[in-house]
């Protein structure tokens, strides 16, 4: 570990926390209808769609609002992918993709997972990248911003069981924020280096002679909202690996901080709306705390390296550290601190975008993004998505709280009664049993175990990840996982969409419960929701559920290959 490495985690995060308060104002002028840019192109729109843009919609119908444009987007890009080979921005004939492989790119898409089985360069077609993916990767955004909206309007509102409407904020978010902010960033990221063209790929040859393709495409207008939407597909198999996409170190900045400003700036839109600020911040610093323990464990994993590869003459049973620390699977221009710092911040907020290979890290330098994942998008989380499972969390806590003072739990002057509970615990029980069941399955079943490229406790780490980053809507991967099968392709698949949408109706329920009430008068025996305190509780419930669930599973993934790796013990 090095001064400098430790600066840049500093500037990050201060970055990070400046930009909070200016984007959660912003992002409340956007959802109350305040801008009006864009009125002459959003009118319209409302008419194509055949909706009432003055309807305040009860949850249901928000729900069910949500659910039928998914599965319909979802089913037109299917078709797409499986016609890929006759339409048109092809140059290169790639043909159509399996339909298993279909299935799983469009439902992956559609749920703002972004998990790929396959290289982008040799497999999507220009037409694909631009009509289909880079469309989902606005909607997908906009959908989990919506939902979080809504669950702030039922805190906030007063007795009328109504969240607003779907297809506004649907609207608003793709034209006021999304596109607006991603065109900004697509002209930075070109002013960088990376490329934006519809050339056809380039045949060259080497100076050893060899020949070589080289692949081009609109990959810096691809970059932008795939990190400015915690989407995280990458347009090559390397990611953000790949100096077309990330050219240079600013460019790897920019990357985490258009991953962290909607996130972090959602904290702030809570306190306004609520008109409790103070709450908004109590909300970031559990998230920062939880980022920061993250980062700094990562970066001193991967710094001191693995002791099998220590220098010559240090025993290899000690906890010697590696010179020059852990380079494996690492880009140079990038280094250990800022490798380590990409890999937390993408598995923290739900991008799944990576800049190194996190199959190469050491064992709690890759238990560090799993966990990540685990703990629910609550790290500050996928845009809109990170916030609402934060609030799930914190209602969670909140009745932990009234239980142990013997009061009726209330969040905002609001009862946390039955029903209530029994949606967040349903939030909180679908994301493990899903994770786990599928990874029990994989683990054992001969089609699962196929597709295994390592042997041992890592090996299970690599079925693990997969399963959680699919179900946990990230879409990163360890990479040494073979996914591009019959079984993972259809298994991965369904795990996004229940990671989605099993996880989206109990949020928008509990927002339902919520608005129907009318609050009561803050008193002295009111659970202060602002305090440190309060703050302390809420990391405290998020890592002891993250723990009790999957604590076991993680002592035999990557806990035992540590002290395999300590004790040297290769397998």
């Known amino acids: 570990m090095t001064a400098n490495g430790w600066l840049q985690i500093g500037f990050f995060s201060v970055a990070v926390l400046l930009v909070t308060g200016p984007m959660g104002a912003y992002l409340v002028r956007v959802y109350d209808g305040s801008f009006r840019w864009f009125g002459w192109l959003e009118r319209p729109i409302y008419r194509i769609l055949g909706v009432d843009p003055a309807e305040d919609q009860h949850w249901t119908r928000y729900a069910g609002g949500i659910l039928a444009f998914s599965l319909t987007t979802m089913v037109l890009t299917y078709v797409a992918l499986r016609v890929q080979h006759l339409l048109p921005l092809n140059p290169r004939g790639l043909p159509a993709l399996p339909d298993r492989q279909a299935f ?50 039922g805190i906030a509102r007063r007795s009328t069981g109504r969240l607003g409407n779907f297809w506004v904020d649907l609207v608003r978010g793709t034209l006021y924020l999304l596109l607006p902010f991603s065109l900004v960033a697509s002209l930075l990221f070109v002013q960088q280096g990376a490329i934006q063209n519809l050339a056809p790929y380039l045949e060259v040859t080497t100076l050893e002679g060899v020949r070589q393709v080289i692949p081009m495409g609109p990959v810096a207008s691809q970059e932008a909202i795939k990190q400015l ?3 995280g597909g990458g347009f090559f ?3 953000a690996a790949h100096p077309f996409e990330n050219p240079t170190p600013w460019t790897n900045v920019w990357s985490m901080f258009l991953i962290f400003v909607i996130p972090a700036g959602m904290t702030s839109t809570l306190g306004r709306m609520v008109r409790n600020p103070r709450h908004g911040w109590a909300l970031w610093s559990a998230m920062f705390v939880l980022f920061a323990g993250g980062a700094g464990t990562a970066y001193w ?10 220098r010559q003459g240090v025993d290899l049973t000690a906890s010697a550290a590696q010179s020059g620390g852990n380079m494996e699977g690492k880009e140079v221009r990038f280094g250990i601190a800022n490798s380590a710092l990409y890999a937390t911040v993408t598995t923290a907020a739900s991008s799944g975008a990576v800049n190194a290979m996190h199959d190469s890290f050491t064992p709690i330098g890759g238990l560090v993004p799993l966990v990540n994942i685990q703990l629910g998008e609550v790290i500050f989380g996928g845009v809109g998505a990170g916030l609402y499972g934060m609030l799930m969390m914190v209602v969670l806590t909140v009745f932990i709280a009234g239980l142990m003072v013997g009061r009726t739990p209330e969040y905002f002057g609001k009862k946390i009664q039955a029903r209530e509970i029994q949606v967040t615990t349903l939030y909180v029980l679908v994301f493990p049993l899903v994770i786990l069941g599928l990874t029990a399955a994989a683990a054992v079943l001969p089609d699962g175990l196929r597709g295994l490229n390592n042997a041992g406790p890592h090996g299970l780490t690599e079925i693990l ?17 073979t996914g591009s099968t019959y079984f993972y392709n259809t298994l991965l698949g369904a795990a996004t969409l229940v990671g989605r949408f099993a996880m989206i109706v109990p949020v928008l329920a509990l927002a339902g419960f919520l608005a129907e009430q009318r609050p009561a008068p803050a008193s002295a025996g009111s659970f202060p929701v ?20 999957f604590f076991p599973v993680l002592a035999l993934g ?11 013990r290769r397998f």
């Open 301 to 310: 994993a991967e710094a001191r390296g693995n002791p099998l590869h220590a």
């Open 229 to 231: 939407g915690t989407n």
């Open 465 to 481: 990840y997969a399963f959680s980053s699919a179900t946990g809507n990230n879409g990163s991967a360890f990479a040494g996982l």
């Open 530 to 549: 602002s305090s440190p305190l309060f703050v302390i509780l809420l990391v405290g419930v998020i890592v002891i559920v993250g723990a009790l669930t």
């Open 237 to 239: 198999n390397a990611n």
């Open 558 to 568: 990557p806990i035992v290959e540590q002290l395999l790796m300590l004790a040297g």
């Open 104 to 153: 799983e790119t469009a439902a992956s898409f559609t749920t703002n997972t972004n998990w790929q089985s396959y290289s982008g360069e040799s497999t999507m077609s220009y037409f694909s990248q631009m009509t289909q993916l880079a469309f989902h990767n606005f909607v997908s955004a906009a959908v989990g911003l919506a939902v979080a909206v809504a669950l702030i309007r």
